[in-house]
């Protein structure tokens, strides 16, 4: 059924923007501080941060600056961190296993940062091309992504996060079938609790890049 609106004077929207408190009670969209995810890039490089050059005032900072920056984020009140690593290349390979190991860059990052401060939310990148000798998010075999391989190394990526203490996943590639994979894995090892946010809404960030 239609909805159907009464006529001026029956209806004035001024009437709900009249006040502050009024504003405040009829507002869509809140944005605030509690509404902010950081991304931060993870390296092996040993010493100070390293600039990106391609994204002015951005640094890839060590495991340790990266504890740090979550110490920062607790204290200005940013709820979560995103981790993106810049995988060693010499640890790339075309099958990606160092995605699922448990002392990858990304996972000590996590470690870190739940040992400084365990209350800032943890997001993790689940995707193999920080692992890919191709430059890949999928594995690939004689120039055919290969899907259903994909999606079993994916689940260990994904398990390998949750046993580092992930709070939030967030799958960035696009094969087929791995959100219920991974969501089975999950409840099968016993993390229940460990979230897998939709792309969609990471995409749709203002901010997104």
Known sequence: MTPNQAPFPGLRFRRLRRTAALRDLAQEHRLSVKDLIWPVFVTDVPGADVEVPSMPGVVR???DGVARAA???A???IPAICLFPYTDPALKTETCEEAWNPDNLSNRAVRAI???VPEVAVMTDVALDPYNALGHDGIVRDGVILNDETVEALVRMALAQAEAGA???GPSDMMDGRIGAMRAGLEAAGHKDVAILSYAAKYASAFYG
């Open 61 to 63: 900072r060590t495991v």
């Open 71 to 73: 110490e920062e984020a």
């Open 75 to 77: 204290t200005l009140g």
């Open 114 to 116: 739940k040992a400084a």
């Open 167 to 169: 709070d939030i996943l």
